[in-house]
């Protein structure tokens, strides 16, 4: 812990800390434009100079060590007067072009030469310009703006693991750029448009919408994958123009993926903005009252034993507990939130969660990803299995499809027979996994979502007391899953009750024409064409496979559009807020359940929001902990059985099209085209 | 960097390029290999006739497991990796302050003269490429010239263009300085240090 004394205060800086982290602990602002704190330094800015005593000049406190006794002046005439030849030599080559640049007013270069800059130039020559680089669908690019801070360079070496942008050339000559220009392969690419400290990256989608004082900002949590990534959405009136990401240590630092952040143009096309009936073959536009009688005219003719409800992997818990309080109600055990079928047991936590948490798989030393390809899957836990490769060595085992990761794995086989001869001590991994301090596995959808699930949960679980994985302070038992919804419907109960139907058997009795009514809660990921004469009703924000075999259908609120309670795949509890209004007569998705529960005569109840949760809280005391992780108690789940032969099948083929929203969006469309080599499927508009 | 390699065939070195690229790639620790790219790179320059084009810089880059953008960072850094076409003769001329002041200029002219071309561009017959260069550190000797390998000093605009017509002739002219001297001595003879030993 270095003492320094910094513009006459003293400061303990950390160990390994520079003097600018010294002189920000201090409260001193020193200006920066290459210096960031999750990358590594290259002190080509010069912009952070300050005055060291007994150095004969200004030094840039970014690459400089905090040392012992160092006494640092940030404010002098000296130190002003570096900072403003250091700006002035910057604004040499940078265009004043601010008027048309999309990154002003949230440019730390405007931003940093109004502070800290002179008035006036004193050049007169012409500026060098730089042709633009093509870097992919998501990233536009000016490069005549760019100050070669290397930034993105190092972000895309460093965190997304993918070498594809360097600066080439040098000085006067030097321009970044990807080989040959080609796209970045990154599912993290767009997190350098965040750290663009000028306007040369910026984002494609977003070019022009909207200057940042215009836009209506809020701060919640996202669902397209099972991490609950922090973001802040940005809106405009009504629609939603961008997401960004907020600062969590635990979940996603300061990054989130291309998905997260561009998938909100799906969110303004194929929305079901008002309630439809279908009349023969068609779905005619409803009023609610109309779609409510229909639902009810048929409930009233049924039993609850032949009526079946699914909760879809983008819903929030507040609807998914009115969903299974009204089902409850009705007298139906058939409720399942498993689309995909994965045989997690919903009565021990530990089995369904990232017990490790996020920020903790940094820490592991050998990690099994058994059917999980997390790159796809959750590219910011991903991010956190390079890192422990990176930085603590840790030896990464696959067991299913072995896909590029971005870090070197060993492929240990292909499906259940290789998990066995693990199990077995056949394969040199476990000794791996045995020598190691934190050993972690990783149970991905590939793994759990089929019929021998339940089994290969068990031997998971045997794996991991195997290899010491549970320990007081470390449970290295891990469950990736895809869908936001997942861990809170568990957490909720959103599983078959006594005598219930899972999804699979649900499907298998529509099938057969024993079940009359089945109830969509925003569920879309399953095959609807198993539903036989099944009254469908479906309940959801978009267009997609549910609604087109709908017989109701019953518009819903997005996930920018409603308060909505989303756990993460690491059991953390996280609150979702709305920036827009529902669009059209969307109403929040709790609220439609409620008011459908009382037409149906079973009125729920909650009447307000604060109702809604405190019923959550007495549901499972966990939603009462927000955003807090609380250790899950390590007991027994599994169930011992046959396992299947077929080799584990990954749960995402195209990252870019993974959910109605996703489905929707242009963008997200243009990203499968070019970057997963998909054809553009699934907007809705072709069918 | 422009065009592709002029050989249809995919790039590979020759096998005593490869015992070269081997040898170069010892000379660091194993796990440092990738150092090696620099000298790599020269030995395929050297054997694409002087210049790198993309297929080299993947072919590298797949020799040493690295990746591609890297070895193109590093080949558009240093100004010796030539990264589009050159001629057989490859003349680098210098007109730093020192070969300025001695005559650089009429060098460029008298090369003008004979070739056809000027600074940064190659002869009509593609017998000659010239590019200008920072000093080479050879101002005892000035103007110099640089053509591929070999200096060439104490150049006047005749001892350069009879430099430039013997290499059109297939041949090569002897290295160093073109005049009396052999080094870099006074040419009236020594001033000081006259002799060895002595009381001077």
């Not at chain 1, 800086?13 to 704190?37: I, S, W």
């Not at chain 1, 909100?264 to 009688?293: H, I, M, N, S």
């Not at chain 1, 399942?336 to 969660?353: I, T």
Request: hydrophobic share 40%; net charge negative.
């Amino acid at each position: 812990m270095p003492k320094l004394t910094i513009d006459g205060v003293e400061v303990d800086a950390p160990d390994g800390a520079t003097v600018l982290q010294a002189c920000q602990l201090a409260g001193k602002e020193v200006p920066h434009f290459c210096f960031h704190e999750r990358l590594s330094v290259a002190g080509n800015c010069r912009m952070c100079l300050v005055e060291m005593e007994r150095a004969p000049k200004p030094i840039a406190s970014c690459a400089m060590p905090a040392g012992e006794g160092m006494v640092i002046t940030t404010d002098s005439d000296t130190v002003r007067q570096a900072r403003r030849g250091v700006m002035e030599f910057l604004l040499i080559n940078h265009p004043l072009d601010c008027p048309i640049c999309d990154q002003g007013g949230e440019c730390d270069l405007q931003d940093q030469a109004v502070a800290y800059g002179g008035d006036r130039t004193r050049y007169e020559e012409n500026k060098r310009a730089v042709t633009d680089k093509s870097m992919g669908p998501l990233v536009n690019t000016v490069m005549t703006r760019c100050i070669h801070c290397t930034r993105c360079v190092r972000f895309t070496t460093e965190i997304a693991g993918v070498s594809e942008i360097g600066m080439l050339g040098r000085g006067e000559h030097a321009e970044i750029s990807s080989y040959l220009e080609r796209s970045l392969t990154s599912e993290l690419s767009a997190n350098i448009i965040d750290l663009c400290p000028v306007g040369a990256l910026t984002s494609k989608p977003y070019a022009f919408a909207a200057r940042p004082w215009e836009l209506k900002k809020a701060e919640s949590v996202d669902v397209l994958d099972a991490v609950g990534a922090s973001i802040r959405v940005d809106a405009r009136g009504a629609s939603v123009l961008r997401v960004v990401p907020r600062l969590h240590e635990n979940v996603n630092e300061e990054w989130i993926s291309d998905k997260t952040r561009f998938a909100c143009d799906g969110l303004r096309r194929q929305r079901l903005d008002q309630p439809y009936v279908r009349r023969g073959e068609k779905l005619e536009p409803a009023t609610w009252d109309e779609a409510f009688g229909a639902i009810g005219e048929r409930i009233a003719a049924s039993d609850g034993k032949r009526i079946a409800a699914i909760a879809g992997d983008l819903c929030d818990g507040e609807s998914m507990l009115a969903l299974k309080d009204l089902m409850g109600k009705l007298g139906s055990p058939h409720l399942d939130c498993r689309q995909d079928g994965a045989k997690v047991d919903a009565n021990v936590r530990a089995s369904y969660l990232l017990n490790s948490s996020i920020a903790g798989l940094e820490t592991a030393d050998a990690v099994l990803l058994i059917g999980t390809d997390p790159r796809r899957e959750a590219p910011l836990v991903n991010l956190r299995l390079r890192r422990a490769w990176l930085e603590g060595g840790a030896e990464i085992g696959v067991v299913g499809p072995a896909r590029d990761l971005n870090y070197p794995v060993t492929a240990l086989g292909a499906g259940t027979d290789t998990l066995t001869a693990l199990k077995d001590g056949k394969i040199a991994f476990l000794e791996t996994l045995k020598n190691a301090e934190r050993p972690a596995l990783i149970l991905g959808m590939g793994a759990l979502a089929r019929s021998d699930g339940a089994a290969i949960l068990a031997v998971a679980r045997e794996i991991a007391d195997l290899t010491g994985m549970i320990s007081a302070d470390w449970n290295g038992f891990n469950v990736l899953h895809t869908a936001a919804a997942r861990v809170g419907g568990l957490d909720l109960g959103i599983v078959p009750g006594a005598g219930g139907k899972d999804v699979p058997s649900i499907l298998d009795a529509a099938t057969n024409g024993e079940m009359d009514i089945v109830y969509l809660l925003g569920a879309d990921e399953i095959d609807m064409s198993r539903f036989g004469d099944a009254f469908v009703v479906y309940q959801g924000h978009h267009g997609d496979a549910g609604a087109h075999r709908a017989d109701v259908i019953l518009p819903g609120a997005a996930y920018t559009e409603k308060h909505g309670t989303y756990v993460n795949t690491e059991g953390r509890v996280q609150l979702g807020r709305p920036a827009v209004p529902p669009v059209g007569e969307a109403k929040e998705d709790w609220k439609i359940l409620r008011a459908l529960s009382d037409v149906l005569g079973h009125k729920l109840p909650y009447d307000t929001l604060g109702d809604v949760r405190s019923a959550m809280v007495a549901a499972n005391p966990v939603f009462d902990e927000i955003d807090i992780v609380s250790k899950a108690e390590w007991a027994p789940f599994g169930t011992a059985g046959a396992l299947g032969e077929a080799a584990f099948e990954l749960p995402i083929d195209d990252f870019y099209l993974t959910d109605p929203i996703s489905r929707a969006s242009v963008t997200m469309a243009a990203c499968s085209r070019e970057l997963s080599g998909g054809t553009e499927k699934g907007t809705g508009t072709n069918g | 960097m422009s065009g592709t390699s002029t050989s249809k065939r995919p790039f590979v070195f020759t096998a005593d390029n490869k015992v070269l690229a081997e040898a170069a790639i010892t000379h660091y620790p194993a796990d440092r290999s990738r150092s090696a790219v620099m000298p790599l790179l020269d030995i395929a320059q050297r054997q694409n006739r002087g210049w790198v084009s993309h297929e080299i810089v993947e072919y590298v880059a797949e020799y040493l497991d690295m990746p591609v953008i890297r070895v193109l960072e590093v080949a558009t850094f240093y100004s010796m990796y030539n990264l589009k076409p050159v001629a057989k003769n490859f003349v680098q001329i210098c007109r730093t302050t020192p070969c300025w002041l001695r005559g650089s200029d009429d060098l460029v002219k008298a090369f003008r003269d004979f070739a056809g071309c000027g600074i940064g561009e190659t002869s009509t017959d593609g017998a000659f490429t010239m590019i200008e260069v920072e000093c080479l550190g050879a101002c005892c000797n000035s103007p110099m010239v640089q053509i591929n390998d070999d200096y060439y000093e104490d150049l006047t605009p005749e001892r350069f263009t009879k430099i430039l017509r013997t290499l059109k002739e297939g041949k090569t002219p002897d290295p160093g300085p073109q005049s009396t001297r052999s080094g870099s001595e006074p040419v009236g003879g020594l001033t000081s240090l006259t002799s060895v030993g002595g009381d001077d």
